[in-house]
């Protein structure tokens, strides 16, 4: 039974994670032990899990944020190349450059999320849990998108209780998932 344990630990050790241990041990103290390197098994089992997922996840972000790039570069690239030429006017050149800062913008807000969510999934962002008036926030992001929203003839409607509404998190942030 020891030598058992000792040649499945160190098969352990060497990351291979083999068959179950503590069913084949005859011994009950052995057993326990036996059951503590299953655990650990188990445990590297999820962990190896969960860094597979977050790599298929990241492998889709690259994927999308690619793709998410490559349309308004090749946008802004196209009406740049118009912009080069001699034989168009004043109004063509004013549209054009319209279209390119509008392009541009979209690139800056994709590069600011990206940064962004960079330092949410390695933890150097600060996030303040306060007293927050949910009310407010939900108000304000009504606001932001009133003129959109009034465009699409998509009229919101939206009854907020008389009683303030607190919640303990960080308006910013909160402010920021709901818009």
Do not use: M
């Not at 344990?5 to 352990?12: D, H, M, P, R």
């Not at 690259?62 to 946008?75: A, G, M, R």
């Not at 919101?156 to 942030?173: H, N, Q, S, T």
């Amino acid at each position: 039974n020891l030598y058992y344990v000792k040649e499945e630990g160190q098969k352990l050790a060497e990351g291979v994670l083999g068959d179950e241990i503590a069913s084949k041990l005859t011994v009950a103290s052995i057993r326990a032990h036996g059951r503590n390197l299953d655990l650990i098994k188990k445990e590297i089992n999820k962990a190896v899990e969960q860094e597979l997922k977050s790599e298929r996840l990241r492998n889709e972000l690259i994927t999308n944020v690619s793709h998410d790039i490559k349309t308004p570069l090749t946008s802004i690239k196209s009406y740049v190349d118009f912009l080069q030429r001699d034989n168009i006017s004043e109004s063509e050149r004013k549209e054009y450059l319209a279209i390119v800062a509008k392009h541009t913008d979209k690139l800056t807000v994709l590069a600011k999320n990206l940064i962004e969510v960079s330092q949410i999934t390695s933890g150097n962002i600060e996030v303040k849990s306060e007293k927050t008036n949910l009310n407010i926030i939900i108000e304000q992001t009504i606001n932001e998108f009133a003129l959109k929203l009034e465009q699409s003839l998509i009229i919101p409607r939206v009854e907020l209780p008389e009683k303030e509404i607190f919640i303990l998190g960080d308006g910013e942030w909160l402010w920021r998932i709901f818009a």
